[in-house]
């Protein structure tokens, strides 16, 4: 089966910096866009950054220009370089691909799939 696993949220001081980290395993075919996105409690969950397989990235206001989305296609992995970090970036970050993948026999299938996310907390 396909899983995304993150790795990299820590605690951290108001100015610092983290890189996040998604790795996407199993039977995968190709991964299209690939994602972040994070949750604050008490807040629906909310697109931070996205990048194709091509490259080509987007953004939400709230973080552009202090966060910098990458992948890694060889190694099916995004990262998330977090700059600048402030306690309005305090939430649970969870990735998030386009996978086709293959099952048991030669039929490829396509869909979502989400990791369990990672603590990221920026203390003042």
């Known amino acids: 089966q396909v899983q995304l696993v993150e790795s990299g949220g820590d605690l951290v001081q108001a100015g610092g910096s983290l890189r996040l980290s998604c790795a996407a395993s199993?039977?995968?075919?190709?991964?299209?866009?690939m994602g972040w996105y994070r949750q604050a409690p008490g807040e629906q969950r909310e697109l931070v950054a996205t990048v194709t397989k091509g490259g080509s990235t987007d953004y939400a206001a709230v973080v552009k220009g202090r966060f910098t989305i990458s992948r890694d296609n060889a190694k099916n992995t995004v990262y998330l370089q977090m700059n600048s970090l402030n306690p309005g970036d305090t939430a649970v970050y969870f990735c998030n691909a386009d996978i086709t993948f293959q099952r048991t026999g030669p039929t490829w299938y396509t869909r979502v799939f989400w990791g369990q996310g990672t603590q990221v907390t920026v203390s003042s």
């Open positions: 199993g039977s995968i075919v190709t991964i299209d866009t």
